[in-house]
């Protein structure tokens, strides 16, 4: 690969760390031409960008970008591919649901600003909640006593119109 093009790959990569806020570092090491584009078409319904990148111009990227990337590093061995992505936890809830064997395997990952270094650490990743889902949650919260209100207030109308007709059908 000539210079010129190894900038450019650089450039490309930084350009994508700029606009993506997530990214998954991923072994696909073992997976054939099928499957590796069986998984390039789930990344591309579950919106997250695929790259297979040279580990030394993914590092010169990571070097040059102005987050510290460093504990990543050491992941940077094998075939790699990197997943873009702006959701914390889709690249984790696609590899767990792909993976076979193994493969593809996590190797580390940059989500919501923390480093997750290590295959043990996808459940952790499925457990990060989407922005989606975090402003669901509040809505929620904050409807269930609005809800809680309304709800003892009709029934509270109904319970005193029932004593209002007992009292009332009442011989004296």
């Known amino acids: 690969m000539r210079k010129e093009d ?29 499957a590796t584009a069986n998984l390039r078409r789930k990344c591309f319904g579950s919106e997250i960008k695929m790259v297979v990148v040279k580990n030394t111009l993914l590092r010169k990227a990571f070097e040059a970008s102005e987050t510290d990337y460093s504990p990543l590093f050491d992941s940077l ?7 873009f992505c ?15 064997d193994g493969i593809p395997a996590l190797k580390a990952a940059y989500a919501e600003e923390g480093f997750y270094v290590g295959a043990e650490n996808l459940d952790a990743l499925c457990a990060i909640k ?5 402003i669901a949650e509040v809505v929620a919260l904050l409807q269930s006593p609005a809800k809680n209100v309304i709800s003892a ?18 011989a004296e």
Do not use: C, W
Request: no cysteine; glycine share 10%; aromatic share 4%.
């Open 6 to 34: 190894k900038s450019t790959v650089i450039e490309n990569i930084g350009a994508q760390l700029k606009e993506y806020a997530h990214l998954y570092l991923v072994d696909v090491h073992g997976m054939d031409a099928e």
């Open 77 to 83: 061995k094998g075939s790699t591919a990197v997943f």
């Open 86 to 100: 702006n959701t914390a936890n889709a690249p984790a809830k696609l590899l767990k649901d792909v993976a076979k």
């Open 130 to 134: 989407s922005k989606n889902e975090v």
């Open 153 to 170: 207030l009709q029934s509270g109308g109904q319970t005193i119109h029932g004593v209002l007709k007992t009292l009332g059908e009442r």
